[in-house]
């Protein structure tokens, strides 16, 4: 992998961690339960599971020279990601749902897509740090 896309991983992971970490604090003052800080963490660890399995196909497809292999793995790969989500919803919903709260869970999943829109700004950030060193 380059270094560019370690880095592009890094800046989303730490776009999702952060939008979970403002999530925890909000949460603290607008409905602190332990359920919800549980489902907020769960939906994170999930949306990073979620995005380090399309890094790793998305890298692993453009080393591929065969259009029709590159959409083959990314058509499977999106099923598969998503049936595991849905299937782990299920299981909380049905059996842990005095855990983890599942509104909590979806909302920690949503990080994923924070995590894109943050990233431009935290790639600027650390561009600034990187540049006064």
């Given at each position: ?27 603290l003052l607008v409905y ?12 994170m660890v999930l949306a ?53 709260n599942p509104v909590a ?29």
């Amino acid at each position: 992998m380059e270094k560019a896309t370690k880095d592009l991983i890094a800046e989303v992971s730490a776009g999702i961690v952060i939008f979970t970490a403002a999530l925890l604090l909000g949460s603290l003052l607008v409905y602190p339960r332990a359920s919800v800080y549980a489902g907020l963490l769960l939906g994170m660890v999930l949306a990073l599971a979620m995005f380090l399995s399309m890094a790793m196909v998305l890298d692993r497809s453009m080393r591929s020279q065969n259009p029709g292999t590159v959409q083959k793995r990314g058509i499977i790969s999106a099923a598969i990601r998503y049936l595991l989500l849905i299937a782990i919803l299920v299981i909380v919903i049905n059996w842990f749902s005095d855990r983890f709260n599942p509104v909590a869970v979806v909302i920690g999943v949503l990080g994923l897509k924070a995590g894109a829109f943050l990233q431009p700004v935290i790639h600027r950030i650390a561009s600034r740090k990187e540049n006064k060193s």
